[in-house]
């Protein structure tokens, strides 16, 4: 089963990964809200031939260019006879049930989707895989063209989900079929058998969230924080410990970065006032005076540790409170110069 998915690119960049032509915009694209919590209802990028192709081709060694197409698309067929909104379709059962007959096939873009363990339903997961290309997955669908009451024509969607692998199974006994490659997009809209296109031995990736993404409108990032990085306070309100980007890795190298400029400008301070310190003996300044560069180096290095430890906990923060702090040394330190230049 999958009932809500991410997908926080924008239109454009979703048009590069679905190889349009150039300048061609997503259909609809107005629907189309990115979002970390996106659930049936609303509008999901998919791509599409603009010609049904009924024959199996070799995709490898045909331009299906000029065919391919990208359309915000609703999440969810209308069964009008069964009063049904079909989100998920089994692919045990889509080549047997003759209402599969009038569906086209199409690819639903992702980043990950959430799922909730089976034995307990407070216990949600966001899950991925760890072979990506452009960041995305894409997850084979059928889609119908629809008319609502207005009159108006629109196309909804249904995700084909496969019997969980052995790696998530203990979550659900459910997930969609994933293509981790482009290629495999191509054979699919192009009539191959999905059996045949199947990846089976995909790596998964998933962890443990928090309870955000219970709520529908709870659409931030947040929703994607692992379970660790997320703490509430006495009035149940979030605080996170961490912030992530893409996959962590610009978290890292925004961590590496801080960390570096810190060191770097607390020991140019530390070195100013050694260097002080050392004048101050040789110009036979008074011990009152030598004291108070003794006692402000040691300010200098405890700050410097505790400032330190304080952006491993927050490594992609921009916190006001401790550059307001550092404006505040750099004054008291500059006062504290001019001070020992006078005597």
Known sequence: MCGRVVISL???????IAKLKKNQEMNNHIYYKESYNISPGQYLPC????????????????????EINLEAMKWGIYLEQLDHLLFNSRIETISIYKMYKKFKRCIIIIE?????ENKDKNKPYYISTNEKEDNVIFLPGLYNEEIDN?????????????????????????????????QQVLDYLSGKELKEIIDKEIKMKYYLIGDLVNKLSNTSKDNILPLDEVKYNKNGNLLIKNFLNNEGDKSAVHKEIN?????????????????????SKEDNMSEKSTTIISTSLKVKKKFKSKYVK???IFPTLDNNEELAHIKKRKKNQ??????FLKK
């Not at 924008?10 to 590069?16: A, G, P, Q, V």
């Not at 990950?112 to 909730?116: L, V």
């Open 10 to 16: 924008c239109s454009k960049d979703l048009s590069k």
């Open 47 to 66: 791509i599409y031939m603009n010609k049904e192709i009924k024959e199996n081709k070799d995709s490898s060694k045909n331009n299906f260019s000029d």
């Open 112 to 116: 990950g989707y959430y799922e909730w």
């Open 150 to 182: 207005e009159g108006f024509a629109y196309k909804s969607v249904s995700i084909i989900t496969m019997n969980a692998n052995n790696q998530i199974d203990f979550i659900h006994e459910r997930m969609p079929v994933i293509f981790t490659k482009y």
């Open 259 to 279: 960390e570096k400029t810190i060191k770097k400008k607390n020991l140019n301070k530390i070195n100013a006032l050694e260097k002080l310190k050392d004048k």
């Open 310 to 312: 304080r952006m491993k």
């Open 334 to 339: 500059k006062n504290l110069d001019e001070f």
